[in-house]
């Protein structure tokens, strides 16, 4: 899935110091979180589509983290992690743009859990 390799080179390519920077690329976490039952379902084609998109991405020049598909993914997990503003970012968006119940709302741990 493209919005899988989108978050994890834009969160390893992220420089919030550029007039560019756009925090609404959390919605990429909250969207995978909230496709976690079809990705559940269909997981060795879930797999493989992230992979051959993170592979695609890697061929383009701003997209390019210089590494591997899972060490990408573990150094943008650990960097969601780490980084408590990508929190704040993410309940901003899900605030403004969710039309959940709150009961149904996906918050940024079980995002992050998710996306682990």
């Known amino acids: 899935m493209a919005c899988f390799s989108a978050l994890t080179w834009r969160v390893l390519k992220r420089d919030r110091r550029d007039k560019n920077d756009d ?3 959390i919605r990429h976490l909250h969207d995978l979180s909230a496709l976690s039952a079809v990705i559940d379902n269909e997981k060795d084609l879930f797999i ?3 992979i051959s998109s993170f592979d695609e991405d890697q061929k383009t020049g701003n997209r390019d983290t210089g590494k591997g598909f899972s060490e ?3 150094e943008a997990l650990k960097t969601l992690k780490d980084d408590k503003l990508y929190e ?3 309940s901003q968006f899900v605030d403004a ?3 959940a119940d709150e009961e149904d ?3 940024f741990k ?3 859990a998710n996306f682990a």
Do not use: F, H, V
């Open 23 to 25: 925090p609404g690329m």
């Open 48 to 50: 493989s589509t992230a």
């Open 72 to 74: 990408s993914l573990n």
């Open 88 to 90: 704040e970012e993410y």
């Open 97 to 99: 743009m969710s039309y």
């Open 105 to 107: 709302m996906i918050d």
């Open 110 to 112: 079980g995002a992050l």
